[in-house]
């Protein structure tokens, strides 16, 4: 899977390409569906996702904006299932938001003429949220590529959103949080700093910086840590703007490690 930065780093395809544009924050089922249809598309077709490193939110609602679900290395690493050829992940700037969104599909299409552009039921982007289904199905007409709108995904009746699920987490609900996930709530982080040692000596601190994430409520948790080599009970207490781990059996983990936290209960 490549990833790039840029739109004016795309080297021009020459195959036909099915793309995708979104947030996709947290990978619910419901984005699942979207990168499933890319695989199956994949056997003659370029896959290509055109996403974002911070919520538009941050730039057109700065103060009621969205926290995110995952980080965007979490992101990209669950892309990875889904033998996606190219990301295109992009700052979201006011730049970028007052752009139409023909303005912004004609840019890409330059570099990448996809063949097929699959989005979320609801799907809506550009300036004013012009590019909504009956002008990209007008626009696809004109530029010749196909326009697939795939249905929501539900469950116990629920639509599946990224809204439900930080809402979830808000309420401490991880099991909730899990199911609209479709996969088990964790965080994953790449370790390499040397861990701290706490006065008392039986335990480690690792400290998880908090950059615009959607966490549980301040306070105390029993969380799963797990590495490619070894997993792991220990306590995480919930801070404004970190999360710290506190580990006993640090000898049994490798640094530098790629880490999943795993929330199971709230403990106060």
Same mark, same amino acid.
């Given at each position: ?30 984005h699942q569906k979207i990168f499933k249809f890319l695989q199956k598309k994949n056997a003659t077709n370029k896959s290509v996702v055109v996403t974002f490193e911070n919520h538009p939110s941050w730039i057109l609602? *700065? $103060? ?9 290395? /979490? ?17 979201? $700037? ?15 299409? /330059?570099k990448l003429p996809f063949s097929h552009l699959v989005l979320g039921h609801n799907s809506t982007f550009g300036k004013n949220k ?84 959607? !966490? *549980?409520? $301040? ?7 797990? $590495? ?26 490798? !640094? ?10 709230? !403990?106060?």
């Amino acid at each position: 899977m490549k990833i790039i930065n840029d739109i004016s780093s795309i080297e021009k395809y020459t195959t036909p390409t099915a793309m995708t544009i979104g947030m996709f924050d947290g990978i619910h089922p419901g984005h699942q569906k979207i990168f499933k249809f890319l695989q199956k598309k994949n056997a003659t077709n370029k896959s290509v996702v055109v996403t974002f490193e911070n919520h538009p939110s941050w730039i057109l609602k *700065p $103060t009621s904006s969205r926290h995110l679900v995952y980080p965007t290395k /979490q992101k990209l690493k669950l892309l990875e299932i889904y033998s996606i050829d190219l990301v295109i992940l992009l700052k979201f $700037t006011k730049d970028l938001a007052n752009q139409t969104f023909d303005y912004f599909l004609r840019s890409i299409y /330059q570099k990448l003429p996809f063949s097929h552009l699959v989005l979320g039921h609801n799907s809506t982007f550009g300036k004013n949220k012009d590019g909504n289904k009956q002008n990209i199905e007008l626009f696809s007409k004109e530029m010749n590529f196909e326009s697939h709108y795939l249905s929501f995904e539900k469950y116990n009746n629920n639509i599946i959103s990224s809204s439900k699920i930080r809402k979830a987490l808000s309420n401490n609900d991880f099991p909730l949080a899990s199911s609209f996930l479709g996969r088990n709530y964790s965080l994953y982080f790449h370790y390499q700093e040397t861990p701290l040692i706490l006065k008392d000596n039986n335990y480690y601190l690792l400290r998880y910086p908090l950059d615009k994430l959607h !966490l *549980p409520k $301040t306070g105390v948790y029993s969380v799963k840590i797990s $590495t490619p080599q070894v997993t792991l009970q220990c306590l995480a207490k919930r801070k404004k703007d970190c999360l710290d781990l506190y580990i006993k059996d640090m000898g049994k983990l490798k !640094l530098p490690c790629n880490i999943f936290i795993t929330f199971e209960k709230s !403990l106060l």
